[in-house]
């Protein structure tokens, strides 16, 4: 099993920067893909950014240009650098981690993310 825990949000103002972190625990090999989603009221949750390990990085075009998906192997966390974040941006922000080709899925408790006007 993958345990994953995030941390790093909080209230913020339009404009201002977050950067959230994933740490990884557990059974921990085999992973093929760590990303982000978000999920706000009323809404379905949506896929923010995503790294296939090895691979490439892709992001929601919501975000392009404003947030950072990154990995330290080392440390085993997963980062989301959020910047010039938006009154949108507020979600409850979910890590996810995909292990042995996909066939098991993970999810982190959630973070919440409140950007101000």
């Known amino acids: 099993q993958v345990q994953l825990v995030e941390s790093g949000g909080g209230l913020v103002q339009a404009g201002g920067s977050l950067r959230l972190s994933c740490a990884a625990s557990?059974?921990?090999?085999?992973?093929?893909?760590m990303g982000w989603y978000r999920q706000a009221p009323g809404k379905q949750r949506e896929l923010v950014a995503v790294?296939?390990?090895?691979?490439?990085?892709n992001y929601a075009d919501s975000v392009k240009g404003r947030f950072t998906i990154s990995r330290d192997n080392a440390k085993n966390t997963l980062y989301l650098q959020m910047n010039s974040l938006k009154p949108e941006d507020t979600a409850v922000y979910y890590c996810?981690?995909?292990?042995?080709?996909?066939?098991?899925?993970?999810w982190g408790q959630g973070t919440q993310v409140t950007v101000s006007a």
């Open positions: 996810n981690a995909a292990q042995d080709l996909y066939l098991r899925v993970y």
């Open positions: 790294v296939i390990i090895g691979g490439s990085t």
């Open positions: 557990g059974s921990i090999f085999s992973i093929n893909a």
